[in-house]
């Protein structure tokens, strides 16, 4: 542009110096849903095609995951169309991906409306890597801040109007868009995990906004709902009313905050704690309350089960004499290679084991004949005889065993295997019993 004095410039040298240095401009026709490049120059030869459709466009400059060209998911993409539309001038900075790039480059939007025609002018530049690094430097600052909040927005309930949305993994800036909160409930209740959709409806309710959330407080829920990846993630929704400046005042500033790791690490935790509940502490197996739990909801599912089970008890013949002589450290030692036993005994098979107390073992059993299950106690006795528990040495166990039946309770059946077991026991030891 020729260096002269300012009263010597027109409007013809401006609109040269717009040519020349502007990298696109593009023309939005807002009735036919159509865009047209103006000017395309650097990057934007490979962004922006010479024409094509509006709704592409936006999902091009902005649309997509902020520092990725992944696609977000088809639900999301219904919000495009209202991210599309101006009332007013228009500026933000957006992160774009040439094509084979996996890398964004920065760039510069102002969008200028033409209400008249219905029409939006783009002006888009890309700014220099040195102009961009202090401002990326600051806004990482914050940008653990920005990232707990997935999305945010003011809502009017007024007005029914929503305003200064922002979606932390689209954009670093809130954007502007014109959507009714009314539309923004029945399009976001797709994204919530269906067993939670009616509640998310009844905490957004305006109504039940309006008559249980007072000035200043915060009401929230958690629940499932997909990210942009279309992946159910935990969330935090919240909604936070503003202190009203009339009496019929009502304009609230609700988010969605990222809980998913947090909530999936107190769930482990807690399924840690109930699995603890319910093992033995020695042996790792369940405990006498986690095997009579099992042995319940057995009984409670045999009638629509429709298979076979049955139930084992199985007692170490003369446990009592290796704590006596070796110490209750061998006796242990014992007890645990005999759960090892026991665990490998029924690898294969539908069942669980657990120790009821002291010496004595439960196994059930679920879906095999008569014949297998006196095979696999068979198998149990004759293979604790013939291994060898260290320090105790070789040992014997008796066993009881019983199928269950109608009716059963949970005395009819435990009665019948003890029974059997003792049987066992009384007959000469190392035998299997059936009743």
Known sequence: MENKSLDKYTAEDINNFLNENVDAIVVVDR???????????????????????????????????????????????????????FKGKYS????????????????????YPLPEIDKYVFIVNMLDDEEYVDEYL????????????????????????????????????????????SKWRLMTVNMIYPDSQKQFLEFTDPENLKNNLSPGNTISFDCLMKNLEGVF????????????????DYRYVFMVENIHEDVIERMNTIKKYERLAHLDPLTGLLNHGGIQSEIQKT???YDNAKEPVALMMMDLDDFKNINDTYGHSVGDATLKSMAELLKDSVDDKKACVGRWGGEEFVIILKGASSESELSLAEHIRKTVAENVFGQAGHLTCSIGVSRL???????????????????????????????
């Open 233 to 248: 993630i935990w969330v935090k929704l919240i909604f936070s009313r503003a202190k009203p400046i009339s009496e019929n």
């Open 138 to 181: 600051t806004a990482k600052k914050v940008k653990t801040i920005q990232n707990t909040y997935l999305f945010s927005m003011f809502v009017n309930l007024v007005t029914d109007t929503t305003s200064s949305i922002s979606v932390t993994e689209i954009s670093d800036e809130p954007v502007k868009t014109s959507l009714d909160y």
């Open 405 to 435: 039946n109608d009716k059963d309770s949970m005395e009819d059946i435990f009665d019948r295997i003890d029974k059997a077991m003792y049987t066992s026991k009384k007959i000469g030891k190392n035998k299997v019993t059936i009743l």
């Open 31 to 85: 009735k036919t849903e159509k865009y047209r490049s103006i000017t395309r120059k650097g990057i934007f030869t490979q962004v922006l095609d010479e024409e094509g459709d509006y709704v592409d466009l936006i999902q091009k400059l902005w649309f997509h995951r902020i520092d990725s060209t992944e696609e977000i998911s088809d639900d999301y993409k219904a919000f495009i169309d209202y991210y599309g539309e």
């Open 299 to 301: 009984i409670d599912s």
């Open 92 to 111: 933000r900075r957006i992160k774009v991906f040439p094509e084979g790039k996996t890398t964004p480059s920065v760039v510069q939007m102002n969008v």
